[in-house]
């Protein structure tokens, strides 16, 4: 367990000090008049080192950010890996000064693959960590008293041109590069350039794999994206088996013998290219390349007068400069002090690859070149001299190159940041540095990065307009002292204050230190909860536990509940009552949480408007004052980021990955499961829509008889059916208790899990790549579909009395509604495919399902049909099917029931299985059938 913030406070007394003293130094002195004058020398010492607050009086205070470490039985077994793999001769300098303190047990230097394996077999066999270290800039690449893997010796770089050994011609250039997890972007930058191609990579020359593995934000992103968009295969050591692995496009020369491809090989080439530091020990990565351009690169730096010209330069960097260049070119902007005085500095990139194109530069844009200066001052340089041209290196305080500093970093993504409340905070975490050396530096992004959609990848965080990057810097000598701590915790205090404002975070530099969980949280964007499931699968024993965080898969599916309704519902208090109702559970141990979502906005419009937060969070009355603007305001942000109300749903289930239930109240959205279900497929996700009557409604606002409100936004009847709705005009905790345990309850009830467990998951069926969930087999399981239909009878919101009809189609609904119908005693009405029934029937033409369209070679358009008189007009109809998929064969049953006369309204579906992903309910909704009850009994994530 790591204390990096650990602090002893001790009373500044003589007595106290006497034990602490001889405490500290695990030393007590036997001679008992020597010992009276050391106790007095060791006085004299704590309390000249220790130090003095106010807020704790008469004593003094000792930072301690130590370590603890539980020796076991596997404490001396190192020698076995040390008889078998070489270790680094001599010390190991890393790039960073954090590592430099730790004190691993023991670095190796792997020379060959069998090594590497070598090395994770012992971690397994003694259930212990190993962390890597690729080109040594990662704060925890060494960890006291864990082994260390050195990738150095791996170092080569090989470029392929098409058709070369296996290389094939999927990169724009036709050309790959093999690069070897020892490699730092320096080596593949010129060896890449001798052969005229480039790969996107970061802007330092001495940065490893860990940066390509985890995002790698280089000055040719906006054009070609992130390093590890160019990701096309790797060779990686499994953590689970010490298996080589071969993933994606893997030239045949550079694959080791032995090495297999890995069944999930999809999941763990999708890993790579964002996570990649987290589900193996990866030996080499093959990229796609591009033609090697040239840069011209200006440079500006612009003294600030105070914080109005600080904000006004950043709203014109922002707005003036980058949003008006093209995908070639790129801003970078630093924000400093300098002399007493705040500067802000630029610099413009721009690329070609037709070097001509630079002879006469085109001068920057108007106003641009007049106000910040760029028309003279440029250079043309190539892709091995623009890492000189990075500003911090060389005009910064005097150049922040050669090894006289250390620093610290954390990176969030930012929009807008010309926005008052965004630069505001950014001059102010300026003006409250610790070191006159730290800084801020904004790298621009958009362009081919957000292009990449935020599930393609592992690499989630798309959409954002700077990479902040906020860089603690002290002074080589001041390593490991309070200056250093001071730096350290000025950059996390700055990280706190932006995480609300953001859209992610770089996961490159987290790890396990506890000051980084709450950034976390924010890596990765909507892929936390898979990535958390592929490093149960594919690191179960967590050997590579210092990377960096991810979230403990759930060991069940997580229950998401979005409460909903009318301003004045009682929403809030409903959802506390469930929230008792859950944690108290007799027969399960659930945690359960409530979160508004409304919150978010609120922390933003208290930021844009001076508003008070606290009273907006807490205070009713101050709340309706405020809602017309506030709502006012969201639409406003609505407009400009169409996809906000998604990214504060993902942001709240992120933030409650440790919960079984989750209930968050302050939806607007319409329809909110058929908008948001695919976001969160692996989960389960409810609308109870609370419902009360105006005069309720209006007693609970504190509003006039004849006052409705400014709220109240869905007073209308609803165009689509929520998962449950529930009248709340009574009084107290009973009726909200009672539907809890009566309504919610059974979605956590150990027979869904039973049901679960008897689906099997059949790999590359129907195709390669794809995972069958083979629903159907639940009948074939002993008491499987008694367990079943007992869950569709019981689970169904309506009244089974008042069923016409129980309608299926053929041949997955055939198998769970004919056994339904004999439990209920309802009609079972069979949909068959044309020419299968006799006449007189009803027909519509039925596109294939998702299944069959993967499997068939015909997969064009059917008819299906029922027999005419089978059902009444306007009968009660519940639909059963085995899977809710792409929704194509339900739209076709209820338009086939609506020529039959039975309407939208009076359908009800029932699904054994759904996959959210597929959005069926989408389509569903799309083709008119947004009122159509739907439930399901199980939730699969995955297509």
Known sequence: ASFPTGVVSVADDDEVLDFFAPFIAGFIMQDVDVDKAIRVDWRKVCRALGRREESYPGHLLFSSPEVMVAFTQHATTLPEVTAQVPLVKGDKTVKNQEARLHRPASIMRPTEVQHVQQCVRWALKHGVGLTVVGGG????CLWPNVVSVDMDAFDQVHVLTAGDDGGDSSSDSGILVVAEAGCKTGDIVRKTMAAGVIVPLGARPSVGAGLWLQGGIGHLARLHGLACDAIVGAVVVSVDSSQVLCVGSVPS???????????????????????????????????KSYAAPSYLTRNCVVPLSDNLEAR??????????????????????????????LHLGVTMFESSTTVHDFATPTPPPPPVGAIWGLEDDFKVV?????????????QMHGGHGGGKTSSFKRCLFLKHIGETNVADRLVTAVETRPSPLCYLHLLQGGGAVADVAADATAFGCRDWDFACVITGVWTRDQDGTEAAQSAVQWVYNVAEDLLSLSSGVYGADLGPDPRDAALAAKA??????????????????????????????????KLIVLVTGDCGAGKDHCADVWVSVFTSCTHKCLTARVVSISDAIKREYAAATGADLSRLLCDRAYKEQHRPALTTFFQGQARERPRLPEEHFLNVVYGAVDVDVLLITGMRDEAPVTALSHLV????LLEVHVQASKQTRQIRRGCNSGDDGDGDVNLRALDYCPSLIFDNDTIGNEAPKRFAEQCLLPFV?????????????VPDF?????EFRHVLGISQQPGGLALCTSLLQTSFTGDWAKVDAVACCEAGGFVYASALTSRVEVPLVMIREAGKLPPPTVSVIKPSSHISSLTSSNSGEKRIEMERDVITRGASVVVVDDVLSTGETLCAVLQLLDEAGVGADDVSIMVVAEFPLKRGRELLRQRGFGRTNIQSLLIFGGS
Not at 382 to 394: A, I
């Open 137 to 140: 800039h990662s704060g925890h």
């Open 253 to 287: 020369r550079y694959q080791p013998a032995g090495a297999i491809r890995p069944k999930n090989e999809s999941d763990l080439l999708w890993a790579m290219k964002g996570a990649g530091t987290n589900f193996g020990i990866v030996v080499s990565v093959i990229f």
């Open 312 to 341: 006004l330069r950043l709203s014109d960097f922002d707005n003036l400069v980058a949003r008006r260049l093209h995908r070639n070119c790129s801003a970078d902007a630093y924000l400093y002090g300098d002399v007493g005085q």
């Open 382 to 394: 190539d892709s091995v001299s623009l890492f000189e041209t990075e500003m911090y290196l060389s």
């Open 524 to 557: 990765f964007g909507p892929n936390r909860p898979r990535l958390a499931r592929l490093k149960h699968n594919l690191d179960p024993r967590n050997v590579l536990a210092y990377a960096c965080p991810l979230p403990k898969a759930p060991m069940e599916q």
């Open 681 to 684: 497929p692996d989960s389960r």
């Open 749 to 761: 009830h150990d027979d869904l899990q039973r049901l679960a467990h008897m689906v099997r998951q």
């Open 766 to 770: 129907p195709r390669l790549g794809f």
